[in-house]
């Protein structure tokens, strides 16, 4: 079946630096959604693309999904500690059900 | 928005105990519901997809006599673990997809669950 690979696995930044999560698949992936779970909590829906190349912006949020449609990344800017919890991408395989990356765990020191 | 609701959201119980954890759809018919499973530090792994109306699918390694699914009405779905053991405690999560393909999932609360 289909599967995404996400890395890195945890990353520790200080307030105001820059995060980046990346995800990737060795086969073309139909679309790819990003979730974002704080601690104790369940994932919560950010965003989907679906165009190759598509880059779409939330706030602080960059998103993109590559030419080939193999990979994705989220970018954020200037990171807040309200920013802090695990971020997820996920693709749908042909059905409605996801598959999901293992997730970056992102920190953030005041 | 759509919004699933999962009930409980913790339970604490004895070895060999049976749990049922509900999913509700509050205010869409959801015909599949999926149940994850996810262990401490790791990532959501799909149990099962529950479907309205017939027999739920089940991962490749879950065991269905173990975690029966009944998917009751188009707003209801639950997942038993049946004679529970230390090794099932995990975080329970279900979600219902947000009206077909390419559609965002919404998920419950979650139910964490601790076999003594």
């Known amino acids: 079946g289909q599967q995404v690979m996400q890395i890195p696995q945890y990353q520790h930044v200080q307030e105001g630096e820059d995060f980046t999560t990346y995800c990737n698949s060795s086969?073309?992936?139909?679309?790819i959604q990003w979730y974002k779970q704080r601690p104790g909590g369940h994932p919560v829906f950010l965003i989907q693309l679906v165009k190759s190349g598509e880059v779409k912006k939330q706030k602080r949020l960059t998103f993109q999904f590559g030419e080939a449609k193999k990979n994705s990344s989220l970018h954020i800017t200037a990171t807040q500690t309200t920013d802090v919890g695990t971020y997820f991408c996920?693709?749908?395989?042909?059905?409605?059900?996801?598959?999901f990356g293992k997730g970056t765990k992102l920190t953030v020191n005041p | 928005g759509a919004v699933v609701s999962q009930h409980p959201s913790r339970v604490i119980c004895k070895s060999g105990t049976s749990v049922k954890i509900e999913c509700r759809s509050l205010?869409?018919?959801?015909?599949?519901m999926f149940w994850y499973r996810q262990f401490p530090k790791q990532s959501l792994m799909l149990m099962a997809t529950s479907n309205e109306g017939s027999k739920a699918t089940y991962e490749q390694g879950v065991e269905k006599d173990k975690f029966l699914i009944n998917h009751a009405s188009l707003t209801l779905s639950t997942l038993t673990v049946t004679s529970a053991h230390p090794e099932d405690s995990s975080f329970y999560i279900c979600?219902?997809?947000?009206?077909?393909?390419?559609?965002?999932?919404?998920f419950g609360d979650g139910t964490r669950l601790s076999i003594l």
């Open positions: 205010d869409f018919q959801a015909t599949t």
């Open positions: 979600s219902a997809p947000g009206g077909g393909y390419n559609q965002p999932q919404h």
């Open positions: 086969t073309t992936l139909s679309n």
């Open positions: 996920a693709t749908q395989g042909g059905s409605e059900k996801l598959v």
